[in-house]
């Protein structure tokens, strides 16, 4: 079991950065592939970053490429998705996902979910 508490949303101008953090507790957060999901109003529910248990490797959608970064470290049971030159259209509430072993596009693939964070990006 895994439980995971997000963190470090807010409200930012345009062209701003974030950083959000991933909180889990549980001895196997290290064996799980990481994900960063954000849902806007009205909008289904989209992989914007994810991460391989061990952090060696990434996968970005093209919405996000060179703007969003993730990252985790296993000896603090934590991964960060490092957000800047935010745009308006990247305001959503933003959740990490536990799951699987190598990154999964898929919201199925993850197992343990995040309860959510408010990213607010004012033009």
């Known amino acids: 079991q895994v439980q995971l508490v997000d963190s470090g949303g807010g409200l930012v101008q345009v062209g701003g950065s974030l950083r959000l953090s991933c909180a889990a507790s549980g001895r196997n957060f290290f064996r799980y592939a990481m994900g960063w999901f954000r849902q806007a109003p009205g909008k289904e529910r989209e992989l914007v970053a994810a991460?391989?248990?061990?952090?060696?490797?990434?996968y970005y959608p093209d919405s996000v490429k060179g703007r969003f970064t993730i990252s985790r470290d296993n000896a603090k049971n934590t991964v960060y998705l490092q957000m800047n030159s935010l745009k308006a259209e990247d305001t959503a509430v933003y959740s990490c996902?536990?799951?699987?072993?190598?990154?999964?596009?898929?919201?199925?693939?993850?197992?343990?979910w995040g309860q959510g964070t408010q990213v607010t990006v004012s033009s």
């Open positions: 996902a536990a799951g699987g072993k190598y990154p999964g596009l898929a919201e199925s693939h993850y197992d343990y």
């Open positions: 991460i391989r248990w061990d952090g060696g490797s990434t």
